[in-house]
């Protein structure tokens, strides 16, 4: 199904919005969920580049996704913004992150790939991937073999990755990079709820296995820094796992870092796991707008964005 609409942004150009169904899977079955395509007003009859862009725990929201999908636009860039969670009958996991896991949506964002790489007016060799918290932490796991391989089957590859403030807490044996496309993360100095030591981890394992990694901190900012809103917000009931690391010590085996708890086992969860998963998590997360660092972190985009699919 695809739904077609022509919209007026500011009276400075019209956006056309289609609406896509992507059939991707949840728990073991097909599901379809629906991705926007936002197209640049001019960009002439050729093909050109798409940038993925993956929500986080609070769900789609205009002030982030869709202003992402207005400023790639501005570079010539079709916006392509992935709701995971209305399909699934799902709101927001801040307050708790069970409901639809990362890797639910890494095959989400990896079927919306190559569905948007077949369309007459994208480019498939130039699609890449942004994504924000629990979606930067899909982004992350996209850039190694470990989750990509299994989904893509080299049918499909990004162009280039953007990981903004993620969690990353999962740390495979496996840290092979997917390709030789570099994975920019970008954190929050002061970032208490996704946390930034295990991301500094991640990069490194990731560089060490022949990955490109750039990471950036940005002074003062905390989660959610590029959020236009209040300089500092709460939410006491918010799910925290800033604290966790979960190891795998042989495939499909994990642990809790701290405990040594297993959390599963050989591909299977053990009556361990939900007291593993919980030990490290805390309660209340927070965040806050900072418009220095917002400023900083497009300026640097845009640049990621120009190199990689080769715009003037």
């Known amino acids: 199904m695809v739904v077609l609409a022509l919209l007026s942004c500011g009276g400075a150009f019209a956006q056309q919005r289609e609406t896509i169904s992507v059939e991707s ?13 936002v197209m640049p007003a001019r960009h002439g009859e050729g093909k050109i580049p798409a940038m993925i862009i993956m929500h986080g725990s609070g769900g789609v929201r205009d002030v982030r996704e869709f202003a992402y999908a207005r400023e790639f636009n501005a570079l010539g860039v079709a916006g392509v913004v992935v709701d995971s969670f209305g399909p699934r009958g799902i709101k927001s996991t801040v307050r708790d992150q069970s409901p639809v896991s990362s890797y639910d949506m890494v095959a989400d964002v990896v079927s919306t790939l190559k569905a948007i790489g077949k369309r007459p007016d994208i480019d498939p060799e130039r699609i890449g991937l942004i994504g924000f918290s629990k979606g930067g932490t ?71 296995a022949g990955g490109a990694v750039t990471l950036k901190v940005y002074a003062g900012a905390e989660h959610d820094w590029d959020v236009p809103g ?14 966790c690391v979960y190891d ?5 085996t994990w642990i809790e870092r701290s405990s040594k708890i297993l959390v599963m086992d050989k591909g299977k969860r053990p009556p361990t796991a939900k007291a593993g998963i919980a030990i490290c998590k805390t309660l209340g997360v927070s965040g806050g707008y900072n418009p220095q660092a917002r400023a900083q972190s497009m300026d640097d985009i845009r640049r990621f964005t120009r190199e990689a699919f080769k715009l003037q």
């Open 230 to 243: 209040k300089t500092h917000w709460r939410d006491a009931a918010g799910e925290n796992g800033a604290k």
């Open 138 to 208: 899909v982004t992350v796991k996209v850039a190694l073999r470990y989750y990509m391989a299994p989904l893509a089957h080299d049918e499909a590859k990004f162009a280039l990755l953007i990981a903004m403030y993620p969690w990353c807490g999962d740390q495979p044996q496996d840290f092979h990079p997917a390709s030789n496309v570099p994975l920019h993360m970008l954190l929050g100095e002061l970032d208490r709820y996704a946390g930034v030591e295990p991301c500094k981890e991640f990069g490194k394992k990731l560089t060490d």
């Open 248 to 252: 795998e010590i042989s495939p499909g």
């Open 25 to 37: 899977r949840w728990h073991g079955k097909p599901l379809t969920i629906k991705a926007t395509v």
